[in-house]
């Protein structure tokens, strides 16, 4: 945890040294430019090791010890994850008219091999980043939230509606970026795969948000919600300065597309609450896979099945 805070302070003290140019020699200069070129990674690994440490600190024992298969595999899980939404923004979401995407990377390292170095560690540490953001919340009592009453069978046969419901809106809201395109289509791509998925997965028997709602637990929605806003303002702050960064165009916002924070329209930070509830649910049926093969998935841990969000 200590260690996380120290590596946090070391990356944003030497990425603002080289944003208001204080250079202290051609060496600490080359190191500054470095950071800022990179920070965004550099800080959210520093910002995952202070959350090990803080669950860690928390739960008495290593986290890392604990479920290293499961972190590990989620990482390597969120690259293909967010090539999905990149994959949608770049090719059906351009917008019309002025030929724009909905989100742009602008200053990418010309050798491909420091680009595919920089979106292993970048977009492998966004779905961790959230998942483990939303551990601590759970952890210091947010899965209390809600009744946490398990449902009898003849109760369960009785809300099927609410699953339906929401699985057919996944059905008309998931091809809308394919079929209609422009960056108008963010609502769709952040809620129509959650949609989609989390009925599935509650039909499977692994944990949904569906699921916590019928059984009237809010704790892992709530947390989730929470950690995609935490995580939405971190990713906004640390991009902000870096030489490598990700910019916005979502004209159908208006004049409200003027008010931003940092380089996202403020409207806009309601998708990251939304991206960390649909990335888990994607997350969740990914596991119906490779549950073999990460902590936690065995039929006598309720904490994973109930509590976790990773």
Not at 16 to 41: D, K, Q
Not at 75 to 91: E, G, I, Q
Not at 135 to 163: D, F, I, S, Y
């Amino acid at each position: 945890m200590v260690v996380g805070v120290l590596l946090l302070v070391v990356v944003q003290g030497l990425h603002f040294a080289h944003v208001l140019g204080v250079g202290g020699g051609s060496v600490l200069e080359r190191i500054e430019e470095f950071i800022r070129a990179n920070v965004t990674p550099l800080a959210w690994c520093a910002y995952l090791v202070f959350l090990a440490g803080l669950l860690s600190f928390l739960d008495g024992v290593s986290y890392l010890g604990r479920y290293r298969n499961r972190l590990a595999t989620c990482w390597l899980w969120s690259v293909p994850a967010w090539c999905y939404f990149d994959w949608m923004n770049f090719y059906y979401m351009r917008d019309p008219v002025t030929g724009l995407r909905a989100w742009e990377y602008v200053n990418l390292p010309e050798d491909f091999v420091a680009r595919l170095v920089g979106y292993l560690v970048a977009f492998g540490a966004i779905a961790p980043g959230m998942f483990l953001t939303a551990e601590v919340l759970q952890r210091m009592g947010m899965w209390r939230v809600g009744k946490h009453k398990t449902q009898n069978a003849k109760h369960k046969t009785q809300n099927w509606v609410l699953p339906v419901c929401v699985f057919v809106l996944g059905l008309v809201l998931a091809p809308i970026p394919i079929v209609v395109g422009g960056p108008s289509s963010n609502l769709a791509i952040w809620v129509g795969t959650w949609a989609l998925l989390d009925p599935i997965n509650l039909m499977m028997g692994r944990p949904s948000i569906l699921g916590d709602w019928l059984e009237l637990r809010f704790g892992r929605f709530l947390s989730l919600f929470a950690a995609g806003l935490i995580c939405g303002f971190l990713w906004e702050f640390w991009n902000y300065w870096s030489f490598t960064k990700w910019i916005y165009h979502l004209p159908f916002l208006g004049r409200l597309e003027g008010y931003r924070y940092f380089e996202m329209p403020v409207l806009g930070l309601i998708g990251f609450p939304a991206f960390a509830l649909e990335t888990w649910a994607m997350w969740q049926t990914t596991l119906l896979v490779l549950s073999w093969f990460v902590e936690g998935e065995g039929e006598g841990d309720r904490t994973v099945k109930v509590h976790a969000c990773v």
